[in-house]
């Protein structure tokens, strides 16, 4: 419980520094070693870290005691005293009159040490959760610690309305004297450990960090309205800005917004809301049972999309929810994606729709993977739908148009800003698209709805429409390549994907095309990069793409020019993709993956794969060393 957690745990001190724009993470010794912290905005920081309980190594995610953190190389002998001394705020200082143990405020009574000392550390453990009770060895609240002797209302009004004498911190960025809880608050919270990196820029380089002004407007904004872990509760906007729902690049983003005028506070505090429900929804899917109505709320794991699933109870088992209409156990075995076990158990109720739905084996058939849903401007961290990424000038109308009809044939199109997919007529009625597009688009939508043959009246594939010339080879091809890139052929008499031997035996595909798509030339690239001018198959296109930390679809990075544009070039995907191993933990367990995928998973964030594929290219890290960060990640 978070109410109780934070006397136990605290937190988060200032754990270590973050070098922009590298990414590069060091321990607050390492970066006063190489000269990035001065030895006296170091030692600051790490008696912070010991006066609020541990000394903390960043790279290996370590809590140390001052004696293991000397041991590691974590500090340097020549501060190993003051850190001992600093540490005792934690294990308590020793009364030299009684012997007893006594706190870090008692200490300061008696003059046992320097004032502006202690004020430094009491202000950073009331920054990180409270004063600390060395004899019970917890944090506890102001009244008990007034009550123990260790705090008293004096010390807590001139912490409460810190001056210049009060501010025992530095901001090595704005040259500024901070309390502690002001430099946390300039801190970012690291994608993988949770921990809060004080971040550090060069000079001329674009530092981030909310103004006081700006800080109180966002403390006094309050709301009933949130859900979550705040549900039911008087919350601030601060401290849902703050949370773990919202990530660093949509906080920067937001404050930025506000700042400029673009959205106003109530806006602000909208978007705000509807992340933290939209977080909180697709979370508390995964707990859904079969108990539950019949009309239900069920998250597309791959799009973190939410869709309204009707689920038709039968005498055998429920349905599945196919890319546009249900589709039976039955179905699934018949299409080999589900075996005969498997089968059986689902009849006899021995597992669920929603279980086996979930397995990634049957999800990738029934939903597919990413498409590219929208494009992403590097500078302004903004994201668009294609068809606004072609209104602003960004994408050309051809690749725009290519672009929403591999949308349209893959399932539907996307609006990326509001996380939602579209039939063609809907994002049309939306204005997710232009009207000018709607018939091109309705035509590759056929590619999952289904071609009518001319000639029986059927219902026939996008690959079997291309044979009957119905549509033009090279659209066909583009669509064709788009379908297997996120996930495989459409059946559109079923409403799913198959397994290529399956598309075969229908004639949905055959080994002449595959062999086509195999091995692409120029002629089957029918995609394009705008940022390189390549063209590309719409896998290696898919491969360029960012993940939105909040939605999970991709998006298509769009950098201006001398901007720094990253994407792994064909030779050095080919040795990830070479390389191989069984030791994966987590949904890997027991399979062999290759790095490649290890790399492309929802364990790594795309700042950490960005920072791996340039140390490899650089040389600074081997491809053995490559993988085992990637497993450590993944453990």
Known sequence: MESVRSYLQGKGCVAGVILQPSNKKLSIYEAQRIGILTPGTALCLLEAQAATGFIVDPLKNKKLTVKQALKEKLVGPQIHEKLLSAERAVTGYRDPYTGQKISLFQALQKDLIVKQHALRLLEAQIATGGIIDPVHSHRVPVQVAYQRGYFDEEMNEILSDPDIDTKGFFDPNTQENLTYLQLLERCVADPTTGLNLLS????????????????LILKSITTTEAEGKYQGTTVSLWDLLYSKYITEEKRIELVQQYKSGSIT???FLETILTIIQQQTEFSSSSSMVMSQPPERRVESSTLKTTVTTT??????????????KDV?????????????DLYKNLTAGSVTVTEVSEMESVRKYLEGTNCIAGVYLQSTKETLSIYQAKSKGLLTPGTTLVLLEAQAATGFVIDPVNNKKLSVEEAVAQGVVGSEWKNKL???????????????????????????????????????????????????????????????????????????LSDPDDDTKGFFDPNTQENLTYLQLVERCITDPITGLSLLVIAKKDELYFFVDEATKLILKSTTTTRAEGKYKGTTMTLWDLLYSKYITEEKRRELVQQYKSGSITIESFLETILKFIQ
Do not use: C, W
Not at 200 to 215: C, P
Not at 311 to 324: Q, W
Not at 328 to 336: P, Q, R
């Open 311 to 324: 689920v038709t109870e039968t005498n055998e088992v429920d349905h599945f929810h196919g890319i546009r």
């Open 442 to 516: 309705l035509s590759a939508e056929r590619a999952v709805t289904g071609y009518k043959d001319p000639y029986t009246g059927g219902i026939i594939s996008l690959f079997q429409a291309l044979q009957k010339d119905l549509i033009v080879k090279d659209h066909g091809i583009r669509l064709l390549e788009a379908q297997i890139a996120t996930g495989g052929i459409i059946d559109p008499v079923y409403s799913h994907r198959v397994p290529v031997q399956v598309a075969y035996t229908r004639g949905y595909f055959d080994k002449e095309m595959n062999e086509i």
């Open 328 to 340: 039976t156990a039955a179905e699934l075995l018949e299409s080999k994606i589900i075996n005969e």
């Open 265 to 267: 506070i109530e806006s």
């Open 200 to 215: 550090i820029t060069k000079k001329g380089e674009f530092y981030f960090f909310v103004d006081e002004a700006t800080k």
